[in-house]
């Protein structure tokens, strides 16, 4: 048989066979590589070690120790306690922003939505220590109480279970709004006005239509609290009492105290099984596919899926009725006139306790600001003076111009290399139909989920091996970890909104697929990257428990610093820091927000 | 009170956002049983209006008033309207006979009737098979019909609709023009409907409010606004027509003479409002000018043929008169007429009757 000249024509310029697609590839195995590497490797050999004694046999002696006494069991359940309270205020707390925030216009929006990230734009430490001086028992908030009246003694709010929970509900309260904000975005407000044209008062409309549509939003933001708060460890260090003792500084002292590595091991274990067992209990009630904020109607459920449903459902019947009965006795209280318009008083109601929340979130931010340039020697309220001896202090310090080099650097080598390998995966991930797409992308985010204590601990032993401890490579490459999660977690968000017959214009106009990625897609996904970039660094430049273990104490970062500095002694240096990096974060987050204003106009 | 003849009745309803007014006076009565439809582009206030009377914005001012009772700042719950919305508002998370039933759960009927209403009107929509799938697993028209379902199954006194078929495709949307032109008929309902095609507004109406520019323009039957509409903006919005500037040389008793493009006579219908020397437009259908002789025509005009275009049943002739104006005649489909070819001189004729005489400050500023 013979090849006419055409068919060897197109054969040789590739019209005729279907090319192999190596690019995909290309795209996803550094992500899978590099995961593979500094994430999965290292846990896996942390957990190895709970399963082996002290001469490398196969043994369970460290979970017989740890099952053995009850102190660890105990451990876990207060930590199990403290996550779940911490989970719930910051659901009942951040509803009514959340809420509030999905029905207000865009400008409006965006202007609230700084002051609910607040929390995040403040180092945690800096926060933690505003909360000591703003709740101890000769502080601010005890005086205005005393000031008032209220109480006649000074109220204990810290050191014990109500200082943790104020620390760790304000902490993790930004998380939690935002999520359940991209869920209830999408409600449509038809939806709403529907029911009421059907004959719904506005207590039914809410907790039979509004409400039962926002779950998956405040169950996924439910989730990332809970997870979020299982490994927290500065919180109830700083804040709580002897009796508040969480199971990550457990994981610690076996580690720097006692060197009992397989032990550490074992207590990782049982924190991360802790944490599967929630996330597949979630899945049978809403299915993961929730926490990226798709709906799962229709869905077949499991037993538990729908004993859930009849329960939610009958409660919300009866949440209704109630709110119901509550609007008709007001009507009889205020009766409704044909002729004049009421006042609306939910929507005030609604604004009053959103506002007093938002309060909350800010008042540590705002707090530390004032106390930076008191003349006194410790932090107290209210500040005396004003003096400069704070920032002079720090400004000259060499420790903490080394410091915050460090922590620039490090952040910024941290998330362009999250962003090198992130955003093709992203790409690899929206773009391609493929079996095992769903546990491909489980896996990328999967360091969100990971306590950041076990990789922590996982990376000081495959660093000690590697000699990487206490290295500026180590922590960049740490810091990665963290970061590539956020950047797929983004650049898939936005991907999925880019329309992407602009891409097959520009084929169609004579591009290549290079030219096409350099000219089209990248420059109308800038916005999106340039939040990516700034996602990345700002947990880069925040982040402690890495830093701690990683750098092995030879090399500092600004929250490490803060960190020591903190356990000799709380200055106000520490608040003219913290109001250093308030102003940093503020021109960074504004600046970026110019560009990417300036990018959308375009 | 003599409102209580009415079924719905507005009175000066004025609605801003901010300094931009949606909606400016708006009065419009309906009956009882009656099919009314506000029909007018996107911006005219229409669905401004539609909102107020279901209660789900505040006007600014002026009165509404429902089954004889005030009912201007009354929440929606209290006006027993039914309202079907363009994307249909169907609760995603709930089932077909959960969304039925919402509306009669709301009025703690017991459980046994709630059955066998929500049944009886999926019967009435024939889709008594979804009961108990979710609307997402349902077809547009599908959708479309549960949603009007729900409305019916507590048989408020009056259904609001905001362009129900407006996301349908074109078959779909005639099949349910239908269906609910049937519905209204066969249950005697009070309809007053929302939609930007005027052809829907024809085919389903007893009455259409014709709308602009946060107005009522005109209110009518088709037919009324069809032949003698009263305000330039209905005539040129409401089917097609040709539109052309004149001067009244004389009101007679029957007809008025004026003088119009190319400097022809032409006569037209009366109306009551014009003067002699004023500046006016008269509109004529298409389809009622005629091609050919143009003798035996109350009017007649001469004209060039330009193009000619078959669309299907009918055959449009564009005429382009001495002076450059354009007319257009449309004429039934039949294949040639008496040899007149693109290019060649054509005579157009028409009857004064069906020439409308529009005063050129009537309507926007009345």
Redesign the interface.
């Known amino acids: 048989m013979s090849a006419t000249p055409q068919q060897v024509s197109a054969a040789l310029s590739g019209a005729i066979k279907r090319p192999r697609r190596w690019g995909g590839l290309l795209s996803i195995s550094p992500a899978l590589l590099f995961l593979g590497f500094f994430f999965l490797y290292p846990v896996v050999l942390l957990l190895g070690l709970s399963l082996v004694d002290n001469s490398g046999a196969l043994s369970a002696q460290h979970y017989v120790h740890l099952f053995e006494k009850a102190v660890y069991v105990k451990v876990l359940l207060i930590t199990l306690k403290i996550a779940g309270w911490t989970t719930v205020f910051a659901i009942l707390a951040g509803y009514p922003i959340a809420y509030l925030l999905s029905t207000v216009k865009g400008s409006t929006r965006n202007s609230l939505v700084i002051w609910v990230l607040m929390p995040f734009w403040t180092s945690f430490l800096v926060r933690t220590f505003a909360w000591i001086v703003l709740l101890g028992r000769h502080g601010a908030l005890n005086e205005l109480l005393l000031a008032l009246g209220f109480v006649d003694a000074p109220v204990r709010l810290i050191f014990n279970f109500t200082g943790v929970m104020i620390g760790m509900v304000h902490a993790l309260m930004p998380l939690c709004v935002l999520t359940m904000l991209s869920v209830m975005e999408n409600i449509?407000r038809?939806?709403m006005?529907?029911?009421?044209?059907?004959?719904?008062?506005g207590g039914?409309s809410f907790w039979?239509?509004y409400f039962?549509?926002s779950i998956p939003g405040v169950a996924a933001g439910g989730m990332l609290v809970f997870i979020t708060s299982l490994g927290f460890f500065i919180t109830p260090a700083l804040l709580g009492g002897a009796r508040d003792t969480m199971i990550v500084q457990v994981i610690i002292f076996q580690i720097q105290e006692v060197l009992n590595w397989g032990f550490a091991g074992a207590i990782a274990m049982l924190l991360l099984v802790a944490v599967l067992l929630i996330f597949s209990l979630y899945d049978q009630l809403l299915g993961l596919s929730t926490l990226s904020g798709e709906?799962t109607?229709?869905r077949k459920k499991g037993p538990i899926g729908r004993a859930g449903q009849w329960l939610g459902g009958h409660l919300v019947a009866t949440l209704g009725l109630v709110c119901e009965q509550a609007g008709i006795l007001m009507d009889k209280l205020v009766p409704?006139?044909?002729?004049?318009?009421?006042r609306a008083w939910g929507r005030i109601t609604l604004w009053v306790s959103a506002l007093s929340v938002i309060g909350f979130l800010c008042i540590p931010a705002l707090f530390v600001i004032p106390v930076s340039f008191t003349e006194e020697g410790f932090l107290g309220w209210p500040p005396k003076g004003f003096s400069l001896q704070w920032y002079e202090e720090v400004l000259n310090s060499p420790a903490w111009a080394i410091a915050a080099t460090r922590s620039f650097g490090v952040a910024t080598a941290s998330a362009l290399l999250g962003m090198l390998i992130g955003v093709p995966a992203a790409f690899f991930l929206v773009r391609r139909q493929f079996v095992g797409k769903a546990a491909l992308f489980a896996f990328l985010v999967s360091p969100i989920i990971m306590p950041n204590i076990i990789i922590a601990v996982a990376l000081f032993y495959l660093y000690a091996k590697m000699s990487l401890v206490g290295t500026n490579i180590g922590l960049i490459l740490g810091h990665t970890v963290l970061a590539i999660p956020y950047v797929v977690i983004t650049v898939m968000a936005i991907l999925k909104n880019y329309d992407h017959r602009l891409d097959q214009a520009a084929w169609t106009l004579g591009a290549n697929k290079w030219h096409t990625l350099i000219r089209i897609t990248l420059p109308l996904l800038s916005g999106g990257l340039i939040a990516s970039f700034m996602f990345a660094f700002i947990i880069s430049f925040d982040e402690l428990t890495i830093a701690l273990f990683v750098t092995g104490g030879e090399v500092t970062t600004l929250p490490k610093q803060m960190w020591d500095d903190a356990l000799m002694r709380v200055s106000p240096a520490l608040a003219a820091v913290a109001t250093l990096l308030l102003a940093f974060m503020s021109c960074f987050i504004l600046a970026s927000e110019f560009i990417r204003r300036r990018g959308a106009r375009k | 009170m003599n409102d209580s003849i009415h079924k719905l009745k507005t009175l000066d309803v004025r609605k801003t956002y901010g300094s931009v007014v949606a909606l400016d006076a708006a009065s419009i009565e309906m009956h009882e049983g009656e099919f009314l439809t506000l029909l007018g582009p996107s911006g005219s206030g229409k669905t401004t209006l539609l909102m107020a009377i279901?209660?789900?914005n505040?006007p600014d001012s002026g009165?509404i008033w429902i089954d004889g009772?005030?009912?201007?700042?009354?929440?929606?719950?209290?006006?027993?309207?039914?309202?079907v919305?363009q994307?249909y508002?169907l609760?995603?998370?709930m089932t077909i006979f959960d969304n039925i039933a919402?509306?009669l759960r709301?009025?703690k009927m017991d459980r046994a009737a709630i059955r066998k209403e929500v049944m009886r009107v999926l019967e009435i929509v024939q889709l008594a098979h979804v009961a108990e799938?979710?609307?997402?697993?349902l077809s547009g028209g599908q959708q479309q019909r549960i949603a009007l379902a729900?409305c019916f199954v507590?048989q408020p006194s009056i259904i609001?609709m905001d362009e129900p078929l407006g996301a349908l495709d074109k078959k779909l949307r005639d099949a349910l023009q239908r269906e609910i032109k049937h519905l209204h008929e066969n249950l005697g309902i009070t309809v007053l409907y929302v939609t930007h095609d005027q052809e829907e507004a024809m085919v389903m109406s007893d009455r259409i409010c014709v709308m602009n520019d946060a107005r009522v323009d005109q209110i009518g039957t088709p037919d009324e606004l069809y032949f003698r509409p009263s305000t330039i903006f209905a005539a040129d919005f409401l089917g097609e027509s040709n539109l052309f500037d004149a001067e009244v040389l004389e009101v007679r008793s029957d007809s008025i003479l004026m003088r119009g493009p190319a400097g022809m006579t032409v006569q037209g219908a009366s109306n009551g409002s014009v003067r002699t020397g004023e500046r006016v437009k008269f509109m004529i259908r298409p389809e009622s000018v005629d091609t050919g002789n143009g003798e035996g025509s109350d009017n007649s005009a001469e004209g060039t043929l330009k193009e000619v275009m078959i669309t299907g049943q009918v055959t449009r002739y564009y005429v382009e008169l001495a002076d450059g104006t354009e007319m257009v005649s449309t004429q039934l489909t039949r294949g040639g007429i008496g040899g007149i070819e693109t290019g060649g001189p054509i005579n157009l004729g028409w009857s004064k009757a069906r020439t409308v005489v529009l005063a050129e400050n009537v309507g926007g500023a009345s």
């Open positions: 449509d038809n939806l006005s529907a029911a009421s044209t059907l004959g719904a008062r039914q039979r239509v039962p549509l709906t109607q229709g409704r006139n044909a002729a004049r318009p009421r | 279901a209660g789900l505040d009165e009772k005030l009912a201007t700042y009354l929440p929606p719950f209290k006006r027993d309207l039914g309202m919305f994307n508002a609760f995603p998370h919402f509306p709301m009025r799938r979710f609307p997402s697993e729900r507590y609001l």
